[in-house]
């Protein structure tokens, strides 16, 4: 089974551009996270998708972040424009059900960073 | 709300030592507690979690930890370090009772452990 997968990699991008980021979660997962690593910090929540749906976007720092999960399959997080203090490794986690014993499988994340 | 404190951004251990990483919460509900480890290029993996049934709780590679709630603690061992064991390891909270249903995580800052020979 494949895990969590993520891309790109690796992003670098001047501030004030647009930059995309892709999750495609465990097929059969109908809860998408997506989590951010600010360098040396915490791994912050950001949002949470139950298959199409926004079920909770909490974490999302501001406006210029947008997340996608049409078809709930996988799930787009856009950055427009992007700021300094966007950079950061961005995670994206699925689980079959809600509740603690669902446990999040986590991609290997996305590393982002605007110059 | 709920916080994790990760004594110590870097541990350094020798191979065949005993592992001990910090973690401290803060939670104002009974908490669920978990340790994640992330290797390198790699996504985090769960080590273990305890979920208020036994307070010593065993996870794979040979890793385990005790919830101690006079404490607020929930420290991370191993025995014996192995090389293989060098990774960043982070500890998160979540309620026991999620008001919102699903299982969201508040981590620590990360501990990196380093195992030389």
């Known amino acids: 089974e494949a895990g969590v997968t993520q891309f790109p990699s690796h992003s670098v991008i001047e501030k004030g551009q647009t930059v995309t980021l892709r999750c495609d979660p465990i097929s059969g997962h109908d809860n998408l996270y997506w989590y951010r690593r600010v360098m040396g910090k915490e791994i912050k929540f950001l949002l949470h998708?139950?298959?199409?749906?926004?079920?909770?976007e909490s974490g999302m720092p501001n406006n210029r972040f947008l997340a996608e999960r049409t078809g709930g399959t996988y799930s787009t997080l856009k950055v427009q424009p992007a700021e300094l203090e966007d950079s950061g490794v961005y995670f994206c986690?699925?689980?079959?059900?809600?509740?603690?014993?669902?446990?999040?499988?986590f991609g290997p994340g996305t590393r982002l960073t605007v110059t | 709300a709920q916080s994790v404190t990760q004594l110590g951004s870097h541990v350094s251990v020798s191979e065949g030592a005993l592992v001990l990483l910090r973690c401290n919460y803060s939670s104002s509900v009974p908490p669920y507690l978990f340790w994640y480890v992330q290797y390198p290029n790699q996504g985090l993996q769960l080590l273990l979690k305890?979920?208020?049934?036994?307070?010593l709780v065993k996870g794979i590679n040979g890793f385990e930890a005790e919830f101690k709630k006079s404490e607020t603690s929930f420290h991370l061992t191993k025995p014996s370090a192995h090389m293989s064991d060098a990774a960043e390891y982070f500890c998160?909270?979540?309620?026991?009772?999620?008001?919102?249903?699903?299982?969201?995580?508040?981590f620590g800052t990360g501990t990196r452990l380093l195992v030389s020979p």
């Open positions: 998160a909270v979540t309620p026991s009772r999620p008001n919102t249903g699903f299982q969201k995580l508040v």
């Open positions: 986690a699925s689980s079959h059900a809600t509740g603690f014993k669902d446990e999040q499988y």
């Open positions: 998708f139950v298959k199409e749906s926004k079920q909770d």
């Open positions: 305890y979920t208020s049934a036994a307070t």
